[in-house]
């Protein structure tokens, strides 16, 4: 019997709580009326609602299905989940991994970064939410109810530090899990998203389903972000026949038998010369595996271009 007092916090002031791996186990979890809490749900869930919660700090691991802010202010957020949504809410800066576009509606003093975090039991954690580290639209965000003239949302600054925001706990109990901030460690890639490129070369690099795919995946950004390029989105979406005629366009009968496979993960690196070196790493590094990579700066802004568009019509953004 599910007790609903183990998956709420309510009217709590001042305190540190938390929920430790295996604790929550995809339940449904609900936070209300706190002020001035330290609040981590070290686990997967099915929802989160967050209400009339005020100067708090919040963790929240991956969530399955929707979290919902109502009526917060001043709180900031490390947050993973299958869709966002704030109303009523003002001033929540949120480091966001979201698999759809976020919304928020009727708030304002928005600003947004790219999820950084890492402890153990995450990666599990964010399969058993369905959730795939590369689906990360975090920067995206649609507001229902915009103000001609003003802005409500906005980004963080790019040297946004986690742990500025959303301290480590300090907590005995919570202290167990053994928490990385470092953003070379972080479960989610970290991208660029809507922020301005630095170079107008991109370079589209797809690894097809396979057991390291997502090693693979993530050794070449930390090849590629290690000679200063620039990830700027990631992407894990099936693919059928015709989408690689599209994407792949004259290698496409080469990619197709791959398809079957499952997904693929689609990596946008930027910078001035990123073509030639994607293309020289993924030679030397990945030599027995098939990578597709745009062939030339002049067709490269293009793959990019049919690879997101595809992927964000599959997605339904």
């Known amino acids: ?53 005020v100067n708090c700090q919040i963790f929240l691991g991956p969530i ?21 949504r704030t109303r009523d809410c003002r001033k929540l800066e949120v480091f966001l991994c979201c698999a759809t576009q976020p919304i928020i509606e009727s708030s304002t003093g928005m600003k947004f970064g790219c999820f950084q975090y890492y402890y153990p039991e995450l990666a599990s954690q964010f399969k058993d939410a369905g959730l795939s580290i590369f689906n ?16 409500n949302w906005g980004l963080l600054p790019e040297t946004a530090v986690v742990q500025d925001y959303v301290p480590l706990p300090s907590s005995e109990e919570l202290k167990a899990v053994r928490i990385s901030t470092d953003a070379t460690k972080s479960i989610i890639p970290i991208t660029r998203g809507r922020r301005q490129k630095n170079s107008d070369e991109s370079c ?92 030339s700066k002049a067709s490269a802004s293009q793959d990019v271009d049919n690879f997101y568009n595809f992927a964000d019509m599959q997605m339904g953004m």
């Open 204 to 295: 589209l690099a797809v690894f097809f389903a396979g057991d390291y795919t997502t090693a693979n995946a993530r050794k070449l950004i930390d090849e590629m972000t290690g000679k200063g390029f620039q990830l700027v989105q990631t992407k894990e979406v099936l693919m059928k026949a015709e989408d690689a005629h599209r994407v792949f366009q004259q290698s496409a009968s080469e990619f197709i038998p791959l398809l079957e496979n499952g997904p693929v993960v689609a990596l946008e690196f930027n910078g001035d010369g990123v073509v030639e070196e994607c293309r020289s790493t993924i030679n030397e590094v990945f030599s027995g595996t098939k990578v597709f990579v745009s062939e």
């Open 64 to 84: 399955k299905g929707s979290v919902f802010f109502r009526d917060c202010k001043d709180c900031k957020c490390v947050v993973a989940c299958q869709q966002f």
């Open 1 to 53: 019997q599910v007790d609903p007092k183990d998956y709420t916090f309510s009217g709590l002031k001042d305190e540190t709580v938390g929920r430790l791996p295996g604790k929550v186990a995809g339940q449904q979890f609900v936070i209300q009326d706190c002020e001035n809490c330290r609040i981590y749900i070290f686990d997967h869930c099915a929802t989160v609602t967050i209400d009339d919660c």
């Open 136 to 151: 990360n639209t975090w920067s995206n965000i649609h507001d229902f109810t915009p103000v001609s003239g003003e802005n």
